[in-house]
């Protein structure tokens, strides 16, 4: 398995896609908890599913990845490993792989593997939380921005730079996600 790949399987499999913060204010309190734990009241519809209860039908990651990516060199965007329904990323070899998920069964402030690195501020007018390297990963950052109660939107980048470089990026990559998501209710 390659270094990309294993990168891209802890990405998705801890659920810390990324996430863009115009401010951060204050850090995040509670418990750790395993991001793929599943929930006995956890829809395992998919994004497109177009049921009430979930924003994000007739939206694809894979879709907002190459919409905010476009011209940057990323090869089109591919389901993620573990979540292949709400979750895809893209890897450009040398550079970073960027991913997103669409989650309509978590609040933006659930699932964060490790408080004590994260912070909570807004993307846009969403409430929002980015957190370095999440996952334990230089070079990792992962912005958690909130859709409506109970869903969210996750954007990561992990890549060789610094993690502040991957923080930067996934702002700047989040501000454009968050154009292309559902009303915030």
């Known amino acids: 398995m390659t270094r990309a790949v294993r990168v891209r399987a802890v990405v998705f499999t801890l659920a810390s896609l990324v996430f863009a913060l115009s401010a951060c204010d204050s850090k ?93 501020g807004h993307v846009g007018a969403r409430n929002a939380i980015i957190e370095r390297e999440g996952i334990g990963a230089v070079g990792q950052c992962t912005i958690s921005i909130e859709v409506k109660p109970n869903s969210r939107a996750l954007v990561s980048v992990s890549g060789n730079g610094t993690t502040q470089e991957a923080c930067d990026r996934v702002t700047a990559i989040a501000i454009k996600v968050e154009k292309l998501l559902p009303p915030a209710s």
């Open 28 to 120: 995040v309190g509670g418990t750790p908890q395993a991001a793929g734990t599943p929930s006995s009241s956890a829809p395992t519809s998919s994004p497109s599913s177009g049921n009430g209860d979930n924003p994000f039908g007739g939206l694809s990651p894979c879709t907002i990845i190459d919409q905010v990516m476009a011209g940057e060199g990323f090869p089109a965007a591919a389901p993620g490993t573990v979540d292949s329904a709400r979750s895809c990323a893209s890897n450009k070899p040398g550079d970073a792989n960027v991913g997103v998920a669409l989650q309509d069964n978590a609040g933006y402030d659930q699932n964060i593997p490790d408080p004590s690195k994260a912070s909570r």
